[in-house]
């Protein structure tokens, strides 16, 4: 004891010697800023009673520079000892402190203990709230604070805005909108880019197209917002025509504006814009910011691309779990289960990062699309052991059906829903129903379209299956009273879509197009394919027109499919050699998947069909899914 108290003395002395002279506020300054936090600590409580407001708030600043928990405490609690009464700054910068070392509890304690608040205190306990996810308590105090009469600045409306950005936030939203207008802050820049960014994320794309269209200013920030809000919403070529417009108007873009971009592109699978993208980063040489690179990786793996995005990955400095199961995800759809075997097999030997839910539906569906169903049934027991520490959920589910039912195990895959510990949404049964076509099981199917149509009445995609099953069989009055049903709730089918890049500019095929400015000359060359194509043995897989009426007006409806017509549209604006890609919004066809597979041998063309699915890479007739998909 006796040797503590002498070290503890000896450490005194030796403080006071060092810094002893240091007794102005200039001087804790430089303790603080020489890293010295821990003697401006003793230094304030030697002080005592004669601490002011200048070196607390000097104090406190290093502590929220360093975010340094124990030593805010330290000066929270020399306030509340020596009964200093803290101004309603330093309460305020108290506030900040606790928010700033995520201490929320203890933020809303000091806030609720401040003799008054200003706009910087509401603002700064709304802020905290709303990082947090806690936007119903951010707004519940945006509420209280107007009641007490103190007027928002551009701060507190930019940051009740983010509390709004989801769909049942959008009415909030425009309430705080009309509060921004009546403030006059709706032409504030900061303030503009927030609203902007609430619509988009909450899907109000329009309106904030008209906020963005009206800004008297723009910077990176709200372009950014406006590109990832019709991203995000699906409306790519929107998306890429305003990052056109960025780069006309001669405007910087940050790796947020790139990887929204990416997002994009990703979406239409436009490969040659792509690349163009990613060299203005490489030109910009802006930092491989981790969301950039996944971007990346999901950009080129949705293109076809899976060697440039391994490359990528390979060379990542740093990787995420978003970066595995991009990666993952990108072998599963491109049906190469073995690789994703390996690579799931690497992030777990490496043990930087742990597997979550989206790892496991990668790895599920992999197996599912590539043959693989002992594998994944492995997985999924291993799953169902906790092994990894992850709970199967309803998708997990799902994914197995998807797998039993691929494989032609339709009984088991019934079998293994009936027995499920969860109750079987949509997606399951919709699996089951998909499967049951393929493999003509007419009873099974018969009851899980039904189920599907009582689940989601609305959904057209449901009724279109049952009746195709149905006409399968020929069974006709069953497909007149589907469609009649269909009638009766007012559900239209969607139409098959396909796109194809050429040259940068996006064209757009719907089944039996008539609109597009080249369609007589597709025809043309479809007419002049067929015969070429019946030569090397292709015949019109007639079942798959699944309508009543004769065969040569079945083959006539075969002809006029989506990506058929993209395919031949392909041909004649493309050069000898170089690569065809499509993209189609629904499955893509046995029949159009043989079509493509004999193009590829006839005129020696690379072919890459991505449908809603899976990807299908075809060379010299072989496609990578092994028409298995």
């Known amino acids: 004891m006796r040797q503590k108290i002498h070290l503890l003395a000896t450490h ?29 600590l003793t230094y304030m409580a030697k002080l005592g009673l004669e601490m002011n407001f200048q070196e607390y708030d000097t104090i406190l600043n290093e502590c929220i520079k360093q975010k340094c928990v124990r030593g805010g ?4 609690a020399h306030v509340i000892k020596t009964q200093y009464q803290p101004t309603l700054y330093l309460g305020t910068r108290l506030l900040v402190f606790y928010n700033k070392c995520d201490c929320l509890y203890d933020a809303r304690k000091v806030f609720d203990e401040m003799p008054e608040r200003n706009v910087v205190a509401w603002t700064a306990m709304m802020s905290a709230y709303s990082k947090r996810g806690y936007g119903c308590e951010a707004l519940d105090l945006f509420v ?3 009641r007490s009469g103190i007027d928002p600045n551009e701060y507190t409306f930019a940051t009740v805005l983010t509390c709004c950005t989801r769909v049942p936030g959008l009415d909030y939203g425009k309430q705080v909108h009309s509060l921004i207008v009546k403030n006059s802050f709706e032409s504030h820049l900061y303030v503009g880019c927030s609203l902007l960014d609430m619509y988009a994320k909450a899907g109000g794309i329009n309106e904030a197209r008209f906020i963005f269209e009206e800004l008297p200013e723009r910077d990176v920030v709200s372009w950014t917002a406006i590109i990832s809000g019709y991203a995000q919403l699906g409306l790519d070529e929107d998306a890429l025509e305003l990052f056109r417009r960025l780069l006309r108007e001669g405007m910087d873009s940050n790796y947020v504006t790139y990887a929204s971009v990416l997002t994009a592109v990703s979406g239409i699978a436009a490969y040659e814009m792509g ?29 076809g691309q899976l060697t440039y995005a391994r490359r990528i990955f390979d060379n990542m400095s740093e990787r995420t ?3 595995w199961n991009t990666m993952l995800v990108g072998y599963s759809k491109h049906g190469m289960a073995r690789e994703v075997a390996k690579l799931f097999q690497l992030m777990r030997k490496e043990n930087q990062v742990k597997p979550d839910k989206v790892t496991f539906l990668a790895i599920l569906s992999g197996c599912s699309h590539g043959e693989m169903e002992s594998k994944g049934l492995e997985i999924f027991d291993e799953m169902i052991s906790g092994k990894d520490g992850v709970v199967p959920d309803i998708e ?66 449901n009724y279109v299956i049952l009746s195709n099953l149905f006409a399968c069989r020929g069974r006709w009055d069953d497909v007149r009273s589907i469609r009649s049903l269909m009638e009766e709730k007012a559900v239209a089918k969607d139409p098959g879509k396909s796109w194809i890049e050429i040259g940068q500019i996006l064209h757009t095929f719907q089944a039996g197009d008539q609109l597009h ?13 067929l015969v070429k194509l019946k030569e090397y043995g292709y015949s019109p897989d007639l079942s798959r ?23 031949a549209f392909g041909l004649i604006s493309s050069p000898q050699g170089k690569p065809i890609r499509i993209i189609k919004n629904l499955r893509v066809c046995v029949d159009c998947h043989s079509f493509a597979k004999v193009v590829s041998q006839v005129c020696e063309r690379e072919v890459f069909m991505r449908d809603k699915n899976r990807f299908h890479h075809i060379i010299n007739g072989v496609c990578s899914c092994g028409d298995y998909w």
Not at 16 to 39: A, D, E, P
Not at 281 to 293: M, T
Not at 517 to 529: H, N, R
Not at 545 to 567: F, N
């Open 275 to 303: 690349k163009q993208i990613h060299s203005h980063v490489l030109r910009s040489e802006l930092p491989f910011y981790v969301v950039l690179e996944n971007s990346l990786i999901d950009m080129y793996t949705k293109c």
């Open 144 to 146: 209280k604070m107007l």
């Open 545 to 567: 027109v699944l309508y009543d009426v004769d065969d040569e007006q079945k083959e006539k409806i075969l002809l006029g499919h989506s990506e058929k017509l993209a395919l």
């Open 396 to 461: 997990h589910y799902g994914c197995v059906v998807d797998m039993l039912g691929r494989a032609g195990q339709v009984e088991k895959a019934f079998e293994f829903i009936k027995q499920m510990p969860l109750e079987p949404n949509a997606a399951i049964w919709g699996s089951l129903l998909g499967a049951c076509l393929v493999h003509s099981n007419v009873e099974i199917g018969e009851v899980a379209g039904h189920r599907l149509i009582d689940i989601e009445p609305e959904n057209p995609g």
């Open 12 to 40: 005194r002395f030796q403080f006071t010697r060092q810094f002893g002279s240091f007794l102005t506020s200039t001087n804790l300054q430089t303790l603080c800023s020489n890293s010295h936090l821990n003697y401006a």
């Open 321 to 323: 779990v978003i970066s």
């Open 73 to 76: 405490q330290r000066v929270h």
């Open 517 to 529: 400015p080249q369609i007589v000359e597709v025809y043309d060359k479809m007419k002049e394919l």
